[in-house]
Every structure is written in C-alpha cells, then in structure tokens.
C-alpha cells in the first residue's frame, strides 16, 4: 500500500516539473524592431498563423526560419497568430464530414 502512495506522489511530481518546463519566460524583444525595423502585429500575426503548418516543415531543414516571429507588439500579434491556427486546423479545413 506504501509502495502505490509512493509511486502515485513520484508521479505528480514529474508531472508538475514537466508542466512547469512547458513555462513560457518573457520575450526580451518585445516592441524591438527587426533588423528591417519591422515589429510584427496582428496582420502579421494572422500571416503566420495561417502559413504555420508549412513554416513549420521547412523550419526543420532550414535553421534561419522561424514559425513565430519574436519581435512583435504583444498580444495582439499572439491574438492574430492564435486567431490564423485556428483558422487553418478549427476552421472548414480541420472538419470532417461523416
């Protein structure tokens, strides 16, 4: 009986210390222009969004390419990026007929 009570605490613990990794920390360029002096915003947000599903495969061959640009305004690029994923993988794409 001892034993499962140990085993079920060793359990929450990695879950905890796993969910706790996942933390996103703050973007120190936020509101910093890129080196074209661009910052992203929730146009540019939505754009990358919507193209995340291919960014995301030529990311992994190609170093220089990012899914999510870090040099945005805040939330309002977070609000357009989420806003464009769920375009493409909630919308008529993501359903099914049965």
């Not at 947000?45 to 870090?70: A, E, M, R």
């Amino acid at each position: 009986m001892i034993g499962k009570q140990v085993a079920i605490l060793i359990l929450v613990a990695v879950l905890l210390l796993i969910l706790t990794a996942c933390a996103a920390g703050p973007n120190a360029a936020l509101n910093t222009p890129n080196e074209r002096g661009d910052v992203a915003g929730f146009w540019q947000g939505l754009w990358h969004g919507v193209i995340s599903p291919i960014t995301f495969i030529i990311s992994l061959f190609n170093g220089g390419v990012t899914i999510y640009d870090v040099n945005n305004n805040g939330h309002w690029y977070d609000f357009g990026f989420v806003l464009g994923v769920a375009i493409i993988f909630g919308g008529p794409a993501g359903s099914r007929r049965r």
